[in-house]
């Protein structure tokens, strides 16, 4: 399976973006799809994951409210909508697959990752 994310960019406080990620390969159809970040000097955290149908979902107490996880298994795509974006987003987001995917999961149990999209919210 190979993940590519893209959507980052520059984006002032309060503003949004939206995050995609498309996989490809023998795509596992009902893993779980996910979105991690890692800010400079801090480790690689949680933020929000899918299930395979797009019925459930969860989110880091830190964004929710705020971003919206989604999944279009006939794209094989998932999104990440972010609204009322912080400076504290700024990060490398990074989308993963795993069969399950909760807030406790830890980056070491992920089965793969795609390279990481950046997103820089200014003050």
């Known amino acids: 399976v190979q993940l590519q994310a893209s959507g980052g960019g520059l984006v002032q406080a309060g503003g949004s973006l939206r995050l995609s990620c498309v996989a490809s390969g023998r795509t596992p159809s009902r893993y779980f799809m996910g979105w991690f970040r890692q800010s400079p000097g801090k480790e690689r955290e949680f933020v929000a994951a899918?299930?395979?149908?797009?019925?459930?979902?969860v989110y880091a107490d830190s964004v929710k409210g705020r971003f919206t996880i989604s999944r279009d298994n006939g794209k094989n795509t998932m999104y990440l909508q972010m609204i009322s974006l912080k400076p504290d987003d700024t990060a490398v987001y990074y989308c993963?697959?795993?069969?399950?995917?909760?807030?406790?999961?830890?980056?070491?149990?992920?089965?793969?990752w795609g390279k990481g999209t950046l997103v820089t919210v200014s003050s």
């Open positions: 993963a697959a795993h069969p399950l995917i909760i807030r406790t999961t830890t980056p070491r149990d992920i089965d793969y």
């Open positions: 899918v299930n395979w149908s797009g019925e459930i979902t």
